[in-house]
């Protein structure tokens, strides 16, 4: 199950991580999403490319790490925490983000595109997580 794990929470980086660069070229976010970058020094001065591999090796991680804890919610229907747990994160995101210092002002700016891809990427993982462990469960 191990691989499954690793080749779900890659497929959902890659298409996260381009969906993202998407967002930003069509500017539906007032955010750049390598623009973590600017914090750190070793960075600072590295090519566009490297940020983009970069980002996309942290999103992988936080799929990966989704893709177990997912399994905790086996016996909720994916539909229901898929959505709630989409939209925690891409509000808690947002609020990181802006770095506003409100709930209030984070709602009045946030994306919907961000809100949509961030829950399609936590349904697709969710649903395939609960997937294959039932699947595994069936076979033994």
Same mark, same amino acid.
């Given at each position: 199950?191990?691989?499954?794990? #690793?080749?779900?929470?890659?497929?959902?980086?890659?298409g996260?991580?381009?969906?993202?660069?998407?967002?930003? !070229? %069509?500017q539906?976010?007032?955010?750049?999403?390598?623009?973590?970058?600017?914090?750190?020094?070793?960075?600072?001065?590295?090519?566009? !490319?490297?940020?983009?591999?970069?980002? %996309?090796? @942290?999103?992988?991680?936080? +799929?990966?790490?989704? !893709? !177990? @804890?997912?399994?905790?919610?086996?016996?909720?229907?994916?539909? =229901?925490?898929? =959505?709630?747990?989409?939209?925690? @994160?891409?509000?808690?995101?947002?609020?990181?983000?802006?770095?506003?210092?409100?709930?209030?002002?984070?709602?009045?700016?946030?994306? #919907?595109?961000? #809100? +949509?891809?961030?829950?399609?990427?936590?349904?697709?993982?969710?649903?395939?997580? @609960?997937?294959?462990?039932?699947?595994?469960?069936?076979?033994?």
């Amino acid at each position: 199950m191990k691989g499954l794990s #690793i080749i779900t929470s890659l497929v959902a980086a890659i298409g996260t991580t381009v969906l993202f660069k998407l967002l930003d !070229y %069509f500017q539906f976010i007032k955010w750049n999403p390598i623009g973590y970058t600017k914090t750190f020094q070793l960075l600072k001065g590295s090519n566009v !490319y490297i940020k983009w591999i970069i980002l %996309f090796l @942290i999103i992988w991680g936080v +799929c990966f790490l989704l !893709y !177990y @804890i997912s399994l905790l919610f086996v016996k909720i229907p994916v539909s =229901i925490t898929s =959505i709630a747990l989409g939209l925690l @994160i891409a509000i808690a995101l947002e609020w990181i983000i802006l770095d506003t210092d409100s709930i209030e002002k984070t709602i009045k700016k946030i994306s #919907i595109p961000f #809100i +949509c891809i961030v829950i399609v990427a936590v349904r697709f993982i969710m649903e395939s997580a @609960i997937f294959h462990s039932q699947d595994h469960s069936h076979v033994k």
